[in-house]
């Protein structure tokens, strides 16, 4: 489900992006818990639409709940919120002494406009701390 913010959050400021490494992260109270890489978005053959947004990431643990998705249409205005889908592990084979490599999905609505980029939190109306743009945007 799809839900406009009006009051939730702002595009970060390129100030207040937190990176560790060549990784963005996701936080919440403070730990992070995401660590995002990139995102691209996958498109409809016809109208070249964005219907996807996927992120290729790490987290810190197997049994995260999957995040919010901030889908940002147009910069200078609130974004859309949506609850990603339940992660896809990738080459997950259990162990607990590394980070696990994962694929976030966020559903895109035939309603949205454009989409610029995407930014991603474990609460669904909080301050966000990272922003990814697509490479073909």
Known sequence: MLE??????????????????????ATASGASRYRLYSASCDREQRSQRCKLIRILAMAESSDLPPPYCYIW??????????KAEKPAFIDYQGADNRLVPLLLTCPVTSSMGPVAGVSISLESCSSVTNFLQFADH
């Open 4 to 25: 406009k913010t009006s009051h939730c959050t702002h595009l970060p400021f390129v100030t207040s992006l937190h990176w560790d490494s060549v990784w963005q992260l």
């Open 73 to 82: 249409g147009d910069v200078s205005a609130n974004p859309v919120v949506v």
